[in-house]
């Protein structure tokens, strides 16, 4: 039980000193995602979090605008949780369709369409300019 609470007690500040570093990275880069905020273009991933914000609102429209994807990662952990021996199949199927709908979504949208848009605020970005 002694383990179980030192288990806790360290995943609890470690999500603290994340959120932290995410926090000060967001306030640098204008963004949470380190691939945009590092490099300046979009991640496969990109659109999520609103996604996500947008269904919470029952705006399914936009949540299919910010990424059509959103509901992947659920549907993975699921998969995770209750059929763990189709998880390299369901793994592969995420990341080959993943990388199609990216490479769709930047060919109609990058540089200048949110949530595609490319960042000016990125490091590598500031750095080249500078």
Do not use: H, Q
């Not at 570093?21 to 590092?38: E, K, M």
């Amino acid at each position: 039980m002694k383990n179980n609470k030192r288990i806790i007690f360290i995943a609890l500040i470690s999500l603290m000193l994340w959120a932290i570093l995410l926090r000060f990275f967001s306030n640098l880069t204008g963004t949470i995602c380190l691939i945009r905020g590092t490099i300046g273009i979009p991640c496969p991933a990109c659109g999520i979090t609103r996604a996500i914000k947008s269904l919470i609102k029952l705006n399914i429209k936009d949540a299919l605008y910010y990424n059509p994807l959103f509901l992947i990662p659920f549907i993975f952990i699921v998969v995770l949780i209750f059929k763990r021996k189709y998880i390299k199949v369901t793994a592969t199927i995420c990341a080959i369709t993943f990388i199609i709908v990216y490479i769709f979504r930047m060919s109609l949208y990058f540089p200048n369409t949110e949530p595609m848009k490319i960042n000016e605020d990125s490091i590598l970005i500031k750095y080249l300019i500078n």
